[in-house]
DNA sequence: TGAACATATGAACAATTATTCATATAATGT
DNA sequence: ACATTATATGAATAATTGTTCATATGTTCA
């Protein structure tokens, strides 16, 4: 049998502080349309910072800028390829998030 | 045939920057700890703003902001009982997106 | 080595935001 | 009408955050 971690605070039943708290800091990833708009652009293929850029029309600082927050949430992932650094999503929560927020606001 | 509403953008393939700023400030009420402690403790049960605010251990008036703001994006409704107001999630998507936001988190 | 290109980074600034405090509104019971 | 209880609201404040600008780092090729 699975080993069940008991995530809950046992006075309100709840999942403790901790665990919302990594529940909101999480959505606040998605919670920026810069960033909702590179995780999107990153769901069919990988793309460089430049490609990104020109394509949200954004300076390439800007866009660098966000995707070290992404990466630091784990989000995205990168690898080099000469000058060039392609970014990647680095798991698929990531579009099925999204595809749940453009669900909710299509309803 | 159903009738295929066109959101996406002509020249980048993507959804109109309206869809995904929608997306981002839906994501925006996920983004604050107390909203989420709010959004899951009605999950179960509606609750007045007193019950939340002593499970949450917050003040009347922090609470009663936040209430404001989730009403504001249709996450959460509320109904009068005499002096008390009772405030209950408005959609079933709203568990859906902090179950997939825990399920993110714990996995 | 040096020029050119791709990306990263630090500081500064403006804008947004969550909470607090004081007070207002609304309903109830006497 | 008045005191009491429940909730809402406005202003103020501190903290966080996204973008810009200037510059640094790292890679390639001649």
Redesign the pocket.
């Known amino acids: 049998m699975a080993k069940k971690v008991n995530i809950n605070d046992k006075k309100t039943g709840m999942p403790k502080d901790e665990y919302l708290s990594d529940v909101a ?1 999480l959505f ?1 990833m998605f ?5 909702v708009k590179i995780m999107f652009a990153l769901m069919d293929k990988e ?7 020109s394509l949200l029309n ?12 992404l ?1 630091s949430a784990n989000l995205v992932s ?1 690898r ?8 990647m999503l680095s798991d698929d929560h990531v579009k099925s998030i999204i595809a749940q927020g453009l669900d909710h606001i299509l309803e």
């Open positions: 800091d606040k919670s920026d349309s810069t960033r793309l460089c910072v430049m490609d990104i850029s954004m300076t390439q600082s800007a866009i660098s800028h966000q995707l070290k927050i990466k990168n080099r390829e000469g000058k060039t650094i392609y970014y």
